[in-house]
């Protein structure tokens, strides 16, 4: 059975948030079966995945004035934080520890962040995207 699971719940209108959730979602359930140097490297790959990601919905926050843009870019920090203290971990050999960080913490997180925040951002941008639509002259 997969870690994560792709579901109307964790799918969001924004397209290139959604897609970068399910190549997240794809990462963290390879690991799953993943041997140990695949995992450590999968690790690294899921690192680097995820700062990319937060970087681009940080981008959007600003573009689009997104009113809980500290809490939000609050949560981006101290996740990546966190991955990057489980990353150590994983890379001194501490296999076990990342697995379990990945198969039970990463799962809730995930769950928890996509159907608060980004949701709320989702449901931001759209509605400044419909405001923008019946300003427009052309309408």
């Known amino acids: 059975m997969p ?3 792709k579901s109307a719940k964790l799918t969001i209108q924004e397209q290139a948030i959604d ?3 399910t190549v997240f979602i794809r990462l963290v359930n390879q690991m799953q079966t993943a041997d140990k140097l695949q995992f450590v490297q999968l690790f690294e790959h899921l690192l680097t995945h995820t700062q990319a990601h937060f970087e681009y919905e940080n981008k959007l926050m600003e573009q689009y004035g997104f009113p809980a843009i500290a809490e939000h870019q ?7 934080t966190e991955l990057k203290h489980f990353k ?9 520890m990342g697995r379990a960080y990945i198969s039970e913490l990463i799962p809730q997180w995930f769950t928890l962040h996509v159907s608060t925040m980004d949701r709320a951002l989702d449901a931001h941008i759209a509605n400044i995207c419909r405001v923008d639509r019946i300003k427009s002259p052309l309408n």
Request: net charge negative; charged share 30%; hydrophobic share 35%.
């Open 19 to 21: 897609q970068d959730h």
């Open 88 to 96: 150590q971990r994983v890379d001194k050999g501490m296999i076990a």
């Open 74 to 80: 609050g949560e981006h920090h101290r996740v990546l």
């Open 3 to 5: 870690i994560l699971e």
